[in-house]
């Protein structure tokens, strides 16, 4: 993956937070490392995000989730490679700026 397309990619998950209701959670009793719910398998109508932030993936998952979310049919295992692509080409800018904006415009109180 090249910085052009991993830019992409992180453009596609800002679309879906902007154009989407979605609650973000964090939760330390989680099973998973995270996981995403939508509405009705449309993720338009409405999403949950939950993640453990003492996981060892914790921004990993976050991006994992976001690509659920942003193709809600796409396989795990396309999914789980696309997040380990993106975790290796983002700069640490980037990743600061998806965690403020999910945090900013995703969270209770916010």
């Not at 154009?19 to 398998?41: P, S, W």
């Not at 338009?44 to 939950?50: E, F, H, S």
Request: charged share 25%; with cysteine; net charge positive.
């Amino acid at each position: 993956m090249t910085k052009t397309q991993a830019g992409t990619w992180l453009y596609k998950i800002y679309k879906m937070l902007s154009e989407i209701t979605m609650q973000f959670q964090l939760n330390r009793k989680l099973v998973d490392h995270g996981v995403a719910m939508c509405y009705n398998n449309d993720p338009k109508l409405g999403a949950v995000m939950v993640v453990d932030p003492e996981k060892k993936e914790f921004l990993g998952t976050i991006i994992h989730e976001c690509l659920h979310l942003v193709d809600w049919k796409m396989p795990e295992t396309k999914v789980a490679k696309l997040e380990k692509q993106l975790m290796r080409k983002l700069t640490d800018r980037q990743l600061t700026n998806l965690l403020k904006r999910i945090v900013m415009y995703h969270t209770k109180g916010a």
